[in-house]
């Protein structure tokens, strides 16, 4: 019995039932609550929000808002002083908005930590969940190969095709490797070797028509193959490995996708307990914003 109220864990949970009892009173006892929503609280909020002091600008930015974006904004307004007032009524106030968001990040901890054990999801929900955020698992191609460059801009193109052809011959004669490709052909703006790059990248560097082209070559490492023109100039290349995409199955990568869902759930029972706390609350707009 001892050694259990010693256990950290079992203070904190204690400490947490506390504090959410007396969330609970405080809010029976309080009743309805206001929140002002001015432009100054807005101003205020935006500023330090962006910890950029500039009241001309947000005062600008303000005024331009457009209809949805300024409800928005007064949404979030709303959310954090909503969790600043229930911390003061928890006692832990301080009259600093660095210790304002603290305290607002302090009372989002606990009511995530009173979701927590809400937050599990049985074997049905996990298989759901991976159903609606399959493309989250999807596994791109990867590609690893190196490449010998020459340049069009600064050979011209036709000396530039030529020079490559005559390496081709050079390199696959001599047997020159992987390792090799750094000392042949010009520089070039981004890598020499790409190791376990995907379609995206590689196109970004090398356009979209010859990362088709390399994700579809066959691996050789004894092999140089082209030339393959890019918008640059031409390229051998020497293809190591081509891993395909790939969709894995629930079982591969069970104990991601039950995490993935836990946080997912975590996040929507606290928005949900954030939102009835805001429900205790009359919400005043100030004429002026013109909702």
């Known amino acids: 019995m001892k050694s259990i109220l010693k256990d950290p864990l079992i203070h904190f949970l204690l400490l947490g039932a506390v504090l959410f009892l007396l969330f609970r009173f405080t809010a029976e006892e309080g009743g309805e609550r206001t929140i002002n929503v001015d432009q100054e609280a807005l101003l ?11 009241r001309e600008y947000f005062e600008s930015y303000l005024e331009g808002l457009e209809q949805d974006k300024l409800e928005e904004l007064i949404a979030q307004y709303v959310r954090e002083e909503t969790m600043y007032q229930e911390a003061l ?13 603290r305290l607002v990040q302090k009372l989002q901890f606990l009511a995530e930590g009173f979701q927590s054990t809400n937050a599990e999801l049985t074997t049905e929900e996990i298989e759901r969940y991976y159903q609606q955020n399959v493309s989250l698992y999807y596994v791109s191609p990867r590609i690893t190969f190196t490449h010998v460059y020459f340049s069009s801009s600064d050979r011209g193109r036709d000396e530039a095709m030529q020079f490559a052809q005559n390496k081709l011959e050079e390199l696959n004669t001599n047997g020159a490797s992987f390792d090799e490709a750094v000392n042949h052909g010009d520089p070039f703006p981004y890598f020499v070797n790409y190791v376990e790059h995907t379609p995206s990248l590689v196109a970004s560097h090398l356009g979209k028509n010859l990362a088709e082209t390399l994700f579809k070559m066959t691996p050789d490492e004894h092999m140089w193959q082209g030339p393959h023109e890019s918008p640059y100039g031409f390229h051998l290349i020497m293809v190591l490995r081509v891993q395909q995409g790939k969709q894995p199955e629930l079982d591969e990568i069970l104990e991601r996708v039950k995490e993935d869902g836990r946080t997912e759930r975590l996040r929507e029972l606290t928005e949900a307990a954030i939102t009835e ?6 919400i005043e707009i100030d004429p002026s914003l013109k909702i």
Not at 44 to 54: G, V
């Open 277 to 282: 706390m805001t429900a205790n609350y009359k």
């Open 44 to 54: 205020t909020f935006l500023q330090y929000r962006s910890i950029t002091f500039d």
């Open 89 to 101: 009524n928890l006692g832990l106030d301080e009259d600093d908005y660095n210790i304002r968001e």
